[in-house]
Nanobody
């Protein structure tokens, strides 16, 4: 599976962005998908995850109510809608995919993900 992120950019605080992650390869609908981010000098952190059919999602506490993860299996794409962006949301955002043993489980540990995109930069000015 190859993952390509897009949609990052420079925005002012309070604005919105929608990130997309396009996957190539077969069986996209079998994969759990997630977004992680890494800011300079900080560790990579889980932001949001979604199971194979969108029935299960999970979020980092600080983004709950502002970010929404979704997927379109017909388009092999996962999205991250980010609203009310804050300067502390600035980071490189990465898309990741895994094949979980439990299809309804949302994996939050990055090392358990099998595939990663190259990342897209999100910058939020105050």
């Amino acid at each position: 599976v190859q993952l390509v992120e897009s949609g990052g950019g420079l925005v002012q605080a309070g604005a919105s962005l929608r990130l997309s992650c396009a996957a190539s390869g077969r069986a996209f609908s079998s994969y759990g998908m997630a977004w992680f981010r890494q800011a300079p000098g900080k560790e990579r952190e889980f932001v949001a995850g979604i199971n194979w059919d969108g029935g299960s999602t999970d979020y980092l506490d600080s983004v709950k109510g502002r970010f929404t993860i979704s997927r379109d299996n017909a388009k092999n794409t996962v999205y991250l809608q980010m609203n009310s962006l804050k300067p502390e949301d600035a980071a490189v955002y990465y898309c990741a995919a895994d094949l979980p043993a439990d299809a309804d489980y949302v994996e939050k540990t990055g090392s358990n993900y099998d595939y990663w995109g190259q990342g897209t930069q999100v910058t939020v000015s105050s």
